[in-house]
């Protein structure tokens, strides 16, 4: 139970936040060229 108390509550909502931002910029789309998606297309 001393390590709840001691525990930084704060700090650790912080870095949870960040992590929550960085894995969400992950999931945002990102620009590519038509060739770079459809790499089995050849003219």
Known sequence: MREI???DMLG????RAWNAKKEQK???PKHAYI???WTQLKP
């Open 5 to 7: 108390d001691e525990m």
């Open 12 to 15: 650790f909502l912080r870095i």
């Open 26 to 28: 992950k999931k945002e």
């Open 35 to 37: 060739d770079e998606v």
